[in-house]
Structures are given as structure tokens and as C-alpha cells.
């Protein structure tokens, strides 16, 4: 793959790096680590899917989805 000129520089730049760790490839796992963890278990736990939950078909989910949203637009307007 043809890297375009004007990134050839940052891309290397990164490429060399990367390769040249030794704590920083560590470092980089626990962030991955981390971000799986927020992103996936916490979400869980945090964020259930009240849609699912609430409601039985998609046009039920539709028109909740449309009620919120022209409350909320009314309510903001009004400010």
C-alpha cells in the first residue's frame, strides 16, 4: 500500500517508535485494558438498554424515541 507523501513522515515516525518500546508496549496493554473495561463492563452495568427493556416493537420504540425528542426540542425552545 502507497502511504500518500504527506503522511509518510508521521506514519514512520509512529512505526519506528512502536517498534522500539519495551515499557511502553506494557503501558499500551493496561490502556487497552482499561478502555475495555470502561467500554465494555462498566457500560453493562451503567447504560442498560432501556428501549429493549421498555418496550415490545420497534414502532413502540419509534414513537418514544419521537416523544422525547419533540418534548425535550419544546422544552429547550422555551429558554
Same mark, same amino acid.
Given at each position: 500500500?502507497?502511504?500518500?507523501?504527506?503522511?509518510?513522515?508521521?506514519?514512520?515516525?509512529?512505526?519506528?517508535?512502536?517498534?522500539?518500546?519495551?515499557?511502553?508496549? %506494557?503501558?499500551?496493554?493496561?490502556?487497552?485494558? #482499561?478502555?475495555?473495561?470502561?467500554?465494555?463492563? *462498566?457500560?453493562?452495568?451503567?447504560?442498560? /438498554?432501556?428501549?429493549? %427493556?421498555?418496550?415490545?416493537?420497534?414502532?413502540? #420504540?419509534?414513537?418514544?424515541?419521537?416523544?422525547? *425528542?419533540?418534548?425535550?426540542?419544546?422544552? /429547550?425552545?422555551?429558554?
Amino acid at each position: 500500500m502507497k502511504i500518500p507523501r504527506f503522511l509518510q513522515k508521521p506514519v514512520s515516525f509512529y512505526r519506528d517508535g512502536l517498534r522500539g518500546m519495551t515499557v511502553g508496549k %506494557t503501558l499500551w496493554i493496561l490502556v487497552l485494558i #482499561k478502555l475495555f473495561i470502561i467500554f465494555a463492563v *462498566l457500560r453493562i452495568f451503567f447504560f442498560p /438498554n432501556f428501549l429493549n %427493556t421498555n418496550f415490545k416493537d420497534d414502532q413502540s #420504540k419509534a414513537n418514544h424515541v419521537r416523544q422525547e *425528542l419533540i418534548e425535550r426540542k419544546s422544552v /429547550n425552545s422555551h429558554h
